[in-house]
């Protein structure tokens, strides 16, 4: 199976949605238009991602809400109000342990269990450099 990339779930739109003001879809592909919607923002935050780490587990395999903080750089995070100025330039990482990095605006803070829940962040500059996390914030 292929997987679905942000290009190709846009195409798919562009197309389903033109066909709707042509000649109109099925439920089926109606269904398929509103799931792409729902995908497209994640899978652009994943086109975004600039480092890939393998997936942490626990001794059961279970995938791990935390991640350790090996370089002290890192701040766990366990879901909640967003920690961050809106404008702050910060790298992630989720709990499949891939990474990403952006305003901290661009993500979902709270946790929903999913594999996509930011469970570390550190604070960046604007020139990629690593600085104190401030206080407060977020919306």
Known sequence: ?????AEV????LNHL???VETCGISMKEERYMQALEIALPILEQQEMITDSQPVITDSA?????????????WIDWGGGEQPLQRMDFCEIRFRNGEQASGMAYCWVWNH???NDDIIA????????QPVKP???GGF
């Open 121 to 128: 962040y550190k604070m960046m500059d604007s020139r990629q």
């Open 17 to 19: 949605k033109s066909w």
């Open 112 to 114: 929903s269990g999913e």
């Open 9 to 12: 779930a846009r195409q798919d």
């Open 61 to 73: 395999g279970m995938i791990m809400d935390s991640f350790e903080q090996g370089e002290g750089e």
């Open 1 to 5: 199976m292929n997987k679905l990339t």
């Open 134 to 136: 401030k206080r407060g």
